[in-house]
């Protein structure tokens, strides 16, 4: 069974940091490209930053350039979102995805989400 699990979401304050995780299983993580999606109240779910399957190619959206790392750990089969600086606009529910390549994405699987909330 394909599985994404994110965690690492929670509550904090503007100029904070979280470090979201997202957990796979039922498939190998290596042959997938990875992204973070996020959607707030009222909007469209959104790219937030992407990850070639070996980690040599890296995306990030406009704002989040410079606060927001993304990585993954093959081994463990694991995508990691170290979010830094953060911004109340900040606030959504963060999704992990896997895809096909991070130049021509096609989802393949999405994990549930995790609310990220940060006040001001």
């Known amino acids: 069974q394909v599985r994404l699990v994110e965690s690492g979401g929670g509550l904090v304050q503007a100029g904070g940091s979280l470090r979201l995780s997202c957990a796979a299983s039922?498939?190998?993580?290596?042959?997938?490209?990875m992204s973070w999606f996020r959607q707030a109240p009222g909007k469209e779910r959104e790219f937030v930053a992407g990850?070639?399957?070996?980690?040599?190619?890296?995306k990030y959206e406009d704002s989040v350039k410079g606060r927001f790392t993304i990585s993954r750990d093959n081994n463990k089969n694991t995508v990691y979102l170290q979010m830094n600086s953060l911004k109340p606009e900040d606030t959504a529910v963060y999704y992990c995805?896997?895809?096909?390549?991070?130049?021509?994405?096609?989802?393949?699987?999405w994990g549930q989400g995790t609310q990220v909330t940060v006040s001001s």
């Open positions: 990850i070639s399957r070996t980690a040599g190619t890296l």
């Open positions: 039922g498939f190998t993580l290596s042959t997938y490209a």
């Open positions: 995805a896997a895809g096909t390549s991070i130049v021509t994405w096609t989802t393949a699987y």
